[in-house]
């Protein structure tokens, strides 16, 4: 089993809709990781959770910390949202998720 | 927001010989800097840890004889790809950790190595 679980593993989702992405991981952290890859396999780091909800623009992560889960919201989706997002957590060094491609249509 | 820069951002190169990836941290100090890999459709696979002024950290699996990585300087660490083979061929990641403001991570924009 992986440390860091992430689901779904694929997404298409119209403009407008509310998207959620969920990871699960199964190790101790010192924070979690939300991070965007876009096609050219650049990757930004969208946010990082060590308790709580952080929002940013259109983007809201949760964590809960007891239950090891965290999901990130994207609300009124756009096909520029449309990217491989990466669950990681780090403790001494990273560890990553599959990954979630979602696609985002017109 | 902390900058990673990671260079080339691809190279092509002839099987046999060696490319070299830098990774810099262009406004903090990084003692400690991260290599991955990433095979297409995959997730990121740590490779080896990087450690200013001694030697790397290889994770199982990972051949530190032909994945040479050097952190001479607080700023750079540098991933050497020695006697490339076509099986190498991969997108190569570096990111660095600010260690005075916390554990949030910074990457660099990636490299691209095709063998051939």
């Known amino acids: 089993k992986n440390e860091v679980e992430q689901s779904p593993q694929n997404l298409t989702a119209q403009e407008g809709e509310f998207i959620t992405i969920n990871c699960s991981y199964s190790?101790?952290?010192?924070?979690l990781h939300w991070l965007q890859q876009h096609p050219g396999g650049g990757i930004v780091s969208l946010f990082m959770?060590?308790?709580g909800k952080k929002k940013h623009g259109r983007l809201i992560a949760t964590i809960n910390i007891q239950e090891k889960h965290s999901s990130l919201h994207i609300t009124a989706s756009h096909p520029r949202d449309s990217a491989v997002y990466i669950c990681?957590?780090?403790?001494?060094?990273?560890?990553f998720g599959a990954g979630t491609r979602l696609t985002v249509k017109p | 927001g902390a900058v990673v820069s990671q260079h080339p951002s691809w190279v092509i190169c002839k099987s046999g010989t060696s490319v070299k990836i830098e990774c810099r941290s262009l406004d903090f100090q990084a003692t400690t800097m991260f290599w991955y890999r990433q095979f297409p459709k995959q997730s990121l696979m740590l490779m080896a840890t990087?450690?200013?002024?001694?030697?790397?950290?290889?994770e199982q699996g990972v051949e530190k004889d032909k994945f040479l990585i050097n952190h001479a300087s607080l700023t750079l660490s540098t991933l050497t790809v020695t006697s490339a083979h076509p099986e190498d061929s991969s997108f190569y990641i570096c990111s660095a950790r600010d260690f005075s403001g916390g554990t949030e991570a910074f990457f660099g924009q990636g490299t691209r190595l095709t063998v051939v």
């Open positions: 959770l060590s308790s």
């Open positions: 190790v101790g952290i010192s924070a």
């Open positions: 990087s450690n200013e002024g001694s030697k790397a950290t290889y």
């Open positions: 990681a957590v780090s403790s001494l060094d990273m560890r």
